[in-house]
């Protein structure tokens, strides 16, 4: 974008959706090109429309192309990059939204391009909220894409400065200010502890926080929930207690599987079995470890490790279950003769509870069998530990 006059660069998207910019849209390819390929097609475009719309078709198409993996109607939708990158996974949001079910008017607090805005639209009437008037512009089309445009309210303010009044419940989804990895208190704009203290406001606050957010960072009868999308561990949603339903959670999509730690008998620690189940991330992180276990009936390695051991082929949605065809205390001297003797070509390695440079370890290996293998790297009964382990 070579212009920061919000008003200017509205208008330059506006432009996309006039006969001309939609005529030129439809030209463009219907899967992602390449830079070279894009300097082509945009040379070849500009001598039929004009430079900018042209710029800004090949942009918004690009974008479109990468938000697919997102949503469903994307090719229809508007994105900054930032927006793109920031927004909440149709699934995701969706899943998110069914807490809001029972309320009539909700704040969507830092809207961004919409992505949350389109799910809890679905239900109820929103009041959409962003300091960035491009990204609410965007909201606003995309929630005119899925039909809800007259849902949605926008107001462009920094949602410090909204009044709440009449509103059942927010959610927020707060900008992460830093790298992914940042996670804690005052990484966020605004920071968490404003987002929490809107619960004294409207009770029912649900705030999209970084996966790593540790409990204490929100406030007592606060839940946290987990949520992956595969075994790719996405973002902790904080619920105030209006809207908790247990102190952690962990949720596994598509599936909407759900497993919430509790009390139980202990989880007995012995030594690996014939099967070794790793847990999905978001179970790892709701603390649900040892719940899984008694669920299926697997036991632990280590009690401070959280893989899971059986003694049968265990199918759960929580967790990964490998079958372990070699298991010795840690030799890394070894490990290359034990593995060719394995017939092992390649490995995936993970790695809990045992130190080690995974890269060089690989480049030691050198492997040349014929089967794929994951080589965990662990601790058993707090002894460094090999697994060779083969997909069931
Ligand atoms: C993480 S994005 C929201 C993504 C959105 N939930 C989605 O799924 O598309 C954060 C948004 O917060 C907005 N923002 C950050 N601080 C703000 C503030 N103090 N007031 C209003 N908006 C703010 C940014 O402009 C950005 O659009």
């Known amino acids: 974008m070579d212009t920061s006059e919000p008003d200017a660069l509205i208008g330059r998207f506006e432009a996309l959706l006039t006969p001309q910019g939609r ?35 090949l942009g918004q198409q690009q974008l479109r192309h990468r938000a697919a993996e997102k949503f469903a109607s994307a090719q229809d939708m508007f994105f900054t990059r930032a927006g793109w990158e920031q927004a909440s996974a149709e699934v995701v949001a969706r ?16 809207c961004g391009i919409g992505g949350d805005l389109v799910a809890l639209a679905a239900g109820s009437d929103v009041l959409a909220v962003d300091r ?18 007259d849902r949605v309210t926008t107001r462009n303010a920094d949602v410090r ?20 990895q940042r996670m804690r208190t005052g990484d966020s704009e605004p920071p968490l502890e404003w987002c929490t203290g809107l619960a004294a406001q409207v009770p029912a606050v649900g705030i999209k926080a970084a996966p790593g ?46 497993l919430v730690p509790g009390p139980g008998d202990p989880v007995p620690v012995q030594e690996p079995g014939e099967f070794l189940l790793d847990p999905n991330p978001a179970v790892t ?12 009936g697997a036991w632990k390695i280590d009690d ?8 049968r082929p265990v199918t759960t949605p929580f967790a990964r279950t ?25 490995v995936d390695i993970r790695r809990r509870g045992l130190a080690g440079d995974v890269d060089a370890l690989r480049r030691r290996l050198r492997l040349s069998g014929s089967r794929r293998a994951t080589l965990v790297m662990t601790r058993v009964r707090d002894r460094p530990w090999g697994l060779v382990c083969v997909d069931i």
Not at 304 to 311: K, P, V, Y
Not at 322 to 346: M, Y
């Open 23 to 57: 005529e030129l849209l439809a030209e463009l390819p219907g899967q992602a090109v390449t830079d070279a390929d894009a300097l082509r097609l945009g040379t070849a475009l500009r001598a039929r429309y004009p430079a900018q719309l042209v710029v800004d078709a």
């Open 95 to 110: 899943h998110r939204a069914h807490r809001y079910a029972e309320f009539g008017a909700i704040a969507d607090l830092c």
């Open 132 to 149: 960035d008037p491009l990204h609410l512009w965007m909201a606003l089309q995309n929630a005119g894409v899925h039909g809800m445009a």
């Open 161 to 180: 400065d909204v009044d709440l009044r009449g509103v059942d419940a927010v959610f927020v989804d707060p900008a992460r200010r830093s790298d992914r």
């Open 213 to 258: 957010l540790p409990h204490d960072a929100v406030p007592p009868g606060w839940e946290l929930e987990f949520v992956a999308l595969g075994r790719d561990l996405k973002e902790a949603v904080a619920w105030s207690p209006a809207l908790a339903t247990a102190p952690t959670r962990a949720t596994l999509l598509p599936g909407g599987h759900t």
């Open 285 to 296: 992180r709701a603390g649900a470890v040892e719940e899984l276990a008694r669920a299926v």
């Open 304 to 311: 401070q490790i959280a893989f899971l051991a059986a003694d």
């Open 322 to 346: 490998l079958r372990v065809i070699d298991s010795a205390s840690w030799n890394q001297k070894k490990l290359p003769q034990r593995l060719r003797e394995l017939d092992v070509g390649a």
